[in-house]
């Protein structure tokens, strides 16, 4: 099954494009850190439910521990909760440091505790909830296994080493009509 994922960083998404060049589901980020809200979820995700996908969403993590990830997983339900959408497919947990906020915090990088750390949020989130990381995330800090939840695996390139429930395969993927010219991240998920 094909699917994209998005932010509010894609801006206006035209989801009957996205539908009609045969995409089926979307992940749409929700929340990041303790406090931020995508200003397009309810947007999108409704826009998607309009147009017949199945959608999920992402929480974008800042957490340096594991009384951040619990305090990060309840504003990620608060927010979901408030919003009133349904979420067909999981709640994905994106504990890299794509913008070098963990980095320049001085965080260990140290596999136990960043394990620790998604347990922390999957544990607190009371919805079904699974884990987004790059292939070398998941090889050298989580042990994903352990979790015992879906994976979404961004791995671009060659799909012969892929495990979990979703494979990002790029983040160049153009859909006719769907945005201004902008690209998406695509996915395809394996049930």
């Not at 992940?27 to 995508?38: K, L, M």
């Not at 339900?77 to 497919?89: E, Q």
């Not at 395969?169 to 006719?176: A, G, R």
Request: proline share 2%; glycine share 8%; with cysteine.
């Amino acid at each position: 099954m094909k699917g994209i994922d998005v932010s509010e960083h894609n801006g206006f998404i035209n989801w009957q494009a996205v539908a009609d060049a045969g995409y089926e589901f979307a992940i749409v980020r929700c929340t990041y850190g303790q406090s931020g809200e995508d200003e397009r979820f309810v947007e999108n995700v409704n826009g998607a439910h309009a147009a017949g996908l199945r959608v999920g969403a992402y929480h974008y993590s800042y957490a340096l521990g594991i009384e951040d990830a619990c305090r990060e997983a309840l504003h990620c339900k608060h927010v979901i909760d408030t919003a009133g959408v349904l979420l067909d497919l999981p709640v994905f947990f994106d504990m890299e440091d794509a913008d070098r906020y963990k980095a320049d915090h001085d965080f260990a990088f140290d596999a136990e505790e960043i394990t620790d750390i998604c347990r922390e949020f999957i544990n607190n989130i009371n919805l079904k909830c699974g884990v987004y990381a790059s292939l070398s995330w998941l090889i050298d800090y989580i042990d994903w296994r352990s979790l015992g939840c879906p994976v979404w695996n961004a791995q671009w390139g060659d799909e012969d080493d892929f495990e979990g429930m979703i494979w990002q395969y790029t983040d160049k993927e153009y859909i006719p009509g769907a945005s201004a010219g902008e690209h998406f991240d695509a996915n395809i998920m394996y049930e």
